[in-house]
């Protein structure tokens, strides 16, 4: 049903002074006032009084017929108006009939016009808005001044509520379990967040009027893959840094004292001798323990090729026993094979050094649509909280005489490929869950 509008141009076309109904009143009073000049000059004559108002009737004819074509033009032109104000902008008065007023006619095409390309820019706007929100990593929540949810987007539903809505809610009641958050929010103070998962959020807040109504935006985003990337790369630089340094030193030392332990024993100099043979050693074991820095400092991007399943289970059984569980991959997959092979013997190394039986070491790859997962486990008893927290930290260790560098070069790989790795203790040990994407970001050089 059309709403209701103010009367339409025709309508008031008939009420104003300049009107049709004035024309008819005007004709009616010269009629009247030639009537009274024929009586006061003439007398009454019924010939003449005939003539007088046969050609007042004949005037108002003509003046309707006259108008007829301009009330039909106001017509349309109010029908258009009328379609302007339910928001239909694609239709235009009928062309045909408009004449007298062509100037209006064609404004208010080119008004319908206009609202039409800003309504479509604006949906297209609005479309893209959403996507953007709906696919962002960022947690977003708008509020109102009773800090009831008015809208929020999945990343924001995943991380207050596993994925449940959100709207109605109060905002008190979701963040009730994340201490950091509520103390942030009460506060309105903006800024990092530190999570009980280890995990790193930069949160924002914005404070506007809507239909003046106070509303606050938050917005909370993972930050903690950047700050770990980061990290990592400051720890390889200062690697690169160190091992340059040791090297320069373990060189000319251990040149000199190879020369020292050649004059000992030529002068039989048992005790000497045996003294330049120790630094030797000290310096080859140094020697060692730096170049697996500086490897791991100078990662090369990864070189993805067709990973051919069979061998890498062959080349990985010749190094350590486990048991493969289920079948190998059908589909081609893309890794750069020497890197993911690196990368799995350093987990079955850790395995078999957790205690764990081999016969329960098991390394399992599950197919999805999109992914790849690589699951290892153990029967090691897992790891502690202190240390399943710390263990992607770089030279973080728990073993006597560990590097603190085999799981965070199994991160930094996957992670050159696109993927991730994650860590949990489960029943009797650990388990490694490394995900590699089936589309890998592009190397750039």
């Known amino acids: 049903m059309r709403p209701k509008h103010s009367p339409s141009l025709a309508s008031h076309f008939w009420r104003r002074p300049d009107s049709a109904s004035s024309l008819n009143l005007l004709c009616l009073l010269l009629t009247l006032i030639a009537l009274a000049v024929q009586f006061s000059a003439f007398g009454a004559n019924s010939l003449i009084t005939a003539a007088i108002c046969s050609t007042g009737i004949v005037l108002a004819i003509l003046q309707h017929y006259a108008l007829k074509p301009l009330l039909q033009e106001i017509a ?23 004449h007298q007023l062509s100037e209006l006619a064609t404004s208010l095409a080119n008004m319908s016009a ?70 942030a929010v009460a506060s309105l103070q903006p800024g990092l967040l530190h999570l009980a998962d280890n995990s790193i959020w930069h949160l924002a807040i914005s404070q506007f009027t809507l239909n003046q109504k106070q509303h606050h ?26 091992g340059h340094e040791l090297n320069n030193t373990l060189a000319p030392l ?14 039989q100099h048992a005790q000497l001798s045996q003294l330049f043979d120790t630094i030797s050693e000290r310096c080859l074991h140094l020697n060692q323990f730096v170049q697996a820095y500086i490897q791991f400092a100078k990662l090369p991007p990864p070189q993805p090729g067709v990973v051919n399943w069979p061998r890498l289970i062959n080349q990985l059984q ?50 999805q649509p999109d992914t790849l997962l690589l699951v290892v486990q ?24 560990g ?29 490694v869950t490394l995900l590699l994407p089936k589309h890998q970001p592009r190397q750039t050089t």
């Open 254 to 267: 251990s040149s000199l004292a190879f020369s020292g332990g050649q004059l000992a024993q030529q002068q």
């Open 217 to 242: 935006l938050y917005l909370l985003k993972p930050l903690t893959r950047e700050i770990q990337r980061e990290e990592l790369s400051a720890w390889k630089k200062l690697l690169r840094v160190i």
């Open 76 to 98: 349309a032109l109010n029908l258009h108006a009328q379609n302007l104000q339910d928001g239909s902008f694609n239709t235009n008065a009928n062309q045909t009939k408009i």
């Open 318 to 367: 010749d190094q350590y026993e486990f048991e493969l569980v289920d079948d190998l991959p059908a589909t081609d997959w893309l890794a750069d094979v020497q890197q993911l092979t690196q990368l799995l013997l350093n987990l079955l190394k850790n395995a078999h050094e957790s205690g764990s039986a081999a016969a329960q070491i098991t390394l399992k790859l599950v197919e």
């Open 403 to 431: 590097s603190g560098i085999g799981l965070t070069l199994c991160r930094d790989i996957i992670e050159a490929h696109g993927g991730h790795i994650s860590l949990r203790n489960y029943a009797g040990g650990l388990e």
């Open 114 to 183: 206009q609202l039409s390309s800003e309504r479509a820019t604006l949906y297209q706007r609005e479309l893209l808005l959403d996507t953007v929100l709906q696919s962002s990593p960022t947690a977003m929540l708008l509020t109102d001044a009773n800090n009831t949810v008015l809208m929020s987007n999945p990343a924001a539903r995943q991380l207050l509520n596993m994925g449940k809505a959100l709207n109605g809610h109060k905002l008190e009641d979701l963040i009730a379990p994340v201490p950091a958050l509520v103390k």
């Open 378 to 401: 153990d029967g090691g008893g897992g790891m502690s909280d202190e240390t399943l927290q710390h263990a992607l930290v770089p030279f973080y260790t728990s073993k006597s005489g």
